[in-house]
């Protein structure tokens, strides 16, 4: 006999463990907190009998979708007590995350935001339904409801998103080069070439958590951006370089102050401008832009 025999819980927990993270993050919009939601989903998959579970992939999604709802009401109580706006923790991304256009748009940060705009049942129901394509029955099992009430929470929230989300899709390629624009105008500090990139309605969201520089609201438009830009980083000691990377499956800038990790700036564009930039300065937010993350909706 074997002395590696596996348990069946274990290689099936395994085998579907980065689609329940990509789960619980699009649902939390936290790495720390999904991993934790993995950790109790874990816990209440070893108390299963198997042999009473007809679809292992759907079953595990459910309680993953079960403690997700548990932990977002717990979130929501601490994002109340937040400083500042509130941003999607960064996830420094595989390859394959960017190649898979639909991944990528559903992990995007400005994607993320419009999720935060959904009450946590929409967001349960639109996530596992449009992203991940589960039958409204097993979605019915996961949030307590019946299958005729979820289609009608995914028509609402689905007409609420469309309504919110960028209006077209940008080639990676075409947001390297804006965000290369981006890098060339911080570490000149060429204030025209930074204004040549951006929309003026842009919109500034910056999260520091209260703990590094960040405004206390959205800053709406061109001028006004970049004066908090320029001005917040160039009171910081040390030179302003950045690094081109792909965060949550999209281009983005890691920018470092005197060679020290400062934050990282996804942004959203439109007609070749920038419409929406997200900056991600509190430390606690940026554990997981060293190493990469992998996600999968399947």
């Not at 500034?204 to 609201?217: C, E, H, T, W, Y």
Request: with cysteine.
């Amino acid at each position: 006999m074997s002395d590696h025999a596996t348990d069946p819980a274990t290689d099936a927990f395994v085998a579907h463990r980065n689609l329940l993270f990509t789960v619980a993050y699009e649902m939390l919009g936290s790495a720390a907190d999904a991993e934790d939601v993995l950790q109790e989903t874990w816990l209440r998959w070893v108390k299963v009998d198997l042999e009473q579970v007809r679809d292992q992939r759907a079953y595990l999604v459910r309680i993953t979708t079960r403690q997700s709802l548990n932990r977002l009401r717990t979130m929501t109580r601490r994002k109340e007590a937040y400083v500042g706006p509130w941003l999607p923790e960064p996830l420094l991304t595989t390859p394959d995350v960017a190649e898979d256009v639909e991944l990528a748009e559903s992990v995007s940060m400005a994607m993320m935001l419009v999720l935060e705009t959904l009450s946590p049942t929409e967001r349960a129901v639109f996530v596992l339904r449009e992203a991940f394509e589960i039958s409204y029955e097993d979605i019915a099992a996961a949030v307590d409801k019946s299958p005729a009430a979820v289609r009608q929470i995914a028509y609402r929230a689905r007409r609420h998103v469309d309504a919110r989300r960028p209006r077209q899709v940008v080639s990676p390629h075409e947001a390297r080069e804006v965000l290369e624009s981006v890098r060339r105008a911080l570490e000149t500090r060429d204030v025209q070439s930074l204004l040549d990139v951006l929309a003026p309605d842009v919109v500034l969201v910056s999260d520091g958590g209260g703990v590094k520089q960040a405004a206390l609201r959205p800053v709406v438009g061109a001028d006004k951006l970049v004066r908090f830009m320029v001005g917040s980083l160039g009171k910081a000691e040390g030179t302003i370089t950045g690094e081109s990377t792909v965060v949550n499956g999209n281009p983005a800038l890691v920018l470092r102050l005197g060679g020290e990790l400062d934050g990282v700036m996804a942004v959203r564009i439109e007609d070749g401008r920038i419409t929406g930039a997200y900056y991600v300065r509190n430390p606690e937010k940026l554990t997981r832009v060293a190493c990469e993350t992998p996600l999968t909706l399947r």
